[in-house]
């Protein structure tokens, strides 16, 4: 009984926490880049805006982008669209963010009709649609998302805009040992359409916990399609701190490379006691005995004797 009332005595005196997490070498550089937008790209004549619900008691974003403008003479406006209609559907691609439908521009390089799928009021309508192309390049766009918290890799849209393409993968990304490969386009994310790389990256962090069960849908290289489980990266835990007072306490600190150890804390005194500074340390005995270790180096001043210069660079004065 006395060793488990001892046990529980030293487990109740102990923390725990993270240690700093890493930044995966190369993933820094990717958060940021843009590219420049192509000198041609698709043209509908739509401005949008996330649907978001018009309920004060429920705000939410809902399916589809809100149709806010319609520029005169577009093929929207030729279409039938009208402002307030909600764009569902771009050619049997959901268009729940914007990103994703801009992508779709980006990849019609050439004329084409698509099929709409718009919700206006309580109907849902199907028009057809000719995508202009039109030259000039617009705004540069985020070539990258990176997520670096939970699946420690990097997502962009990928060739024809409809889904996100893994860019990079981590050493210790959780993708990479469930068989995910850079290349590779999600179809799905927890059973869903993830969207675009913008909207996959964002999901990926409000739905996932460290350490939490995911699934991704991957169309693979060759061209075969798997659902791929995975698990949410986990920081490793570091015990920091350690007290059983006042027969002994410890603590660290990760960041300062500080180290302190105490036997018999006894407030005024202690039995014993060590405090690390990187490579120096501090040691006292009962609080009278005391000394300091530290490291060695050598050190020289900015003036050189003569007879130092001479012996240093003797060799090279000698015929």
Request: hydrophobic share 45%; glycine share 10%; aromatic share 8%.
């Amino acid at each position: 009984m006395r060793g488990l009332l001892l046990f529980a005595a030293l487990g109740a005196g102990a923390c725990a926490t993270y240690e700093p997490m890493p930044i995966p070498p190369g993933m820094l550089e990717m958060e940021g880049a843009v590219e420049e937008a192509p000198a041609a790209h698709g043209y509908l004549g739509l401005e949008v805006v996330p649907n978001e619900s018009d309920s004060l008691e429920n705000l939410q974003i809902q399916p589809g982008l809100r149709v806010t403008r319609v520029a005169p003479g577009s093929p929207a406006e030729r279409a039938g669209i009208r402002p307030s209609d909600i764009l569902l559907q771009f050619d049997g691609i959901r268009t729940d963010d914007r990103e994703r439908l801009e992508s779709l521009l980006l990849a019609a390089q050439q004329p084409r009709r698509v099929l709409l799928q718009v919700q206006r009021g309580t109907r849902v309508l199907e028009v057809e649609a000719d995508v202009e192309v039109r030259e000039g390049g617009g705004p540069g766009r985020t070539l990258y998302h990176v997520d670096r918290a939970r699946v420690r890799a990097a997502f962009r849209n990928g060739a024809g805009g409809a889904y996100p393409e893994v860019a990079y993968l981590a050493e210790d990304s959780p993708l990479a040992a469930a068989g995910v490969a850079v290349g590779d386009l999600v179809l799905a994310f927890q059973g869903y359409d993830p969207g675009s790389a913008a909207e996959l990256v964002r999901r990926i962090a409000v739905e996932l916990e460290p350490g939490e069960r995911g699934v991704l849908r991957v169309q693979q290289a060759g061209g075969a399609v798997a659902d791929l489980e995975f698990h949410a990266w986990e920081p490793e835990r570091v015990l920091t701190g350690f007290e059983v007072w006042p027969l002994v306490d410890w603590e660290q600190d990760l960041e300062q490379d500080r180290v302190r150890f105490v036997i018999g804390d006894f407030f005024l005194f202690s039995l014993f006691k060590r405090v690390r500074y990187g490579a120096e340390a501090d040691y006292s005995i009962l609080s009278i005995i005391q000394w300091h270790t530290g490291e060695a180096r050598l050190e020289r001043t900015g003036e050189v004797s003569a007879g130092a210069a001479r012996a240093e660079h003797g060799a090279e004065a000698a015929p």
